[in-house]
């Protein structure tokens, strides 16, 4: 995975948001050549979501499946649950509720 291909963008899913670093990168020691080389070319945001490799066939993509689950099941375990988008890497920290990582 060597460009940033394996995401959507959450608008394109009817979802809200905007990328927090493309309107507050200069408060948080970033210059725009930082963030565009970073990826990020607008303020429209880009998740992976849960589960996105699993239906693929590809070693590569079952690999990045099984990290992803060990890093979901190990934050679980831990306390974090999955956000209500269900975009990877987006975790809230809700110890006292059921994991929702399936």
Known sequence: ???????????????????????????????????????LESDRVQALFINFYREKDDSEAKKYQE??????????????RIGTRREYFHFDYRPDTEPNYI
Request: proline share 2%; hydrophobic share 40%.
């Open 1 to 39: 995975m060597n460009e940033p291909d394996d995401f959507v963008y959450i608008d394109d899913f009817g979802l809200l948001g905007s990328n927090f670093y493309w309107h507050k990168y200069a408060a948080h020691g970033l210059t725009k050549e930082d963030i565009l080389s970073a990826g």
């Open 67 to 80: 990290l992803q689950d060990y890093l979901a099941n190990l934050m679980m375990k831990y306390g974090f």
